[in-house]
């Protein structure tokens, strides 16, 4: 199974900060990468798939960026409505992982 | 807009099943692939497997044994069947529509399952 190491675990930051939230695979998955955002007690929210592409809907302060093993999410100005838990998720090959989550809170 | 609900017991007790049903308004499952994860306390999540528009279906290797995923078209619904369960089957679990080439872009709030 591919292995997703994501940094950091918590991330305390405030309101127009940018932020950078990073996935690294255990080996090469081609761009197929996801980041979802999740708030307590809600569904998880698609952000960006396949490293680079923003859901429709999701505000443009959202971007993702990597290749190979390493991915990045960033937040260009956090918003209030910004803190919850993220994590990224691979699916270039069974069985699709996920990294562990990043919970990011207000400073 | 795609909407999925997840509805089913909310307490198991140990070797028995666990049934789950995904029922999704606003996009027909005879079209893309819909699928089943699972958060774990402490927030480690599981890909548990999914069934594609024409039936077909693809489990995690560390489940299959023990998984069946269905589905009923007329009901536009799926189902999630864990067979043999233990405590450490204790989680949130999410259905979701798949896109190919996208992977997982809508999901449900999630059904808390407690095995004990």
């Known amino acids: 199974d591919i292995q997703m190491t994501q940094s950091p675990s918590l991330l305390s930051a405030s309101v127009g900060d940018r932020v950078t939230i990073n996935c690294k695979a255990s080996?090469?998955?081609?761009?197929?990468l996801n980041w979802y955002q999740q708030k307590l007690g809600e569904a998880p929210k698609l952000l960006i798939y396949?490293?680079?592409n923003l859901q429709t809907g999701i505000p443009s302060r959202f971007s993702g960026s990597g290749s190979g093993t390493d991915y990045t999410l960033t937040i260009s100005s956090l918003q209030p409505e910004d803190f919850g838990t993220y994590f990224c998720f691979q699916h270039n090959s069974w069985p699709y992982t996920f990294g562990a989550g990043t919970k990011l809170e207000l400073k | 807009e795609v909407q999925l609900q997840e509805s089913g017991p909310g307490l198991v007790k140990p070797s028995q099943s666990l049934s789950l049903t995904c029922s999704v308004t606003g996009y027909s499952i005879t079209s893309n692939y819909w699928g089943w994860i699972r958060k774990f306390p402490g927030n480690k999540m599981e890909w548990i497997g999914h069934?594609?528009?024409?039936?077909?279906?693809s489990y995690n290797p560390s489940l299959k044994s023990r998984i069946s995923i269905t589905r009923d078209t007329s009901k536009n619904q799926f189902f999630l069947q864990l067979n043999s369960v233990t405590t450490e089957d204790t989680a949130t679990y999410y259905c979701?529509?798949?896109?190919?080439?996208?992977?997982?872009?809508?999901w449900g709030q999630g059904v808390m399952v407690t095995v004990s």
């Open positions: 396949n490293t680079n």
């Open positions: 080996q090469n998955i081609n761009k197929y």
């Open positions: 069934i594609s528009y024409s039936g077909s279906t």
């Open positions: 979701a529509r798949a896109t190919e080439g996208i992977a997982f872009d809508y």
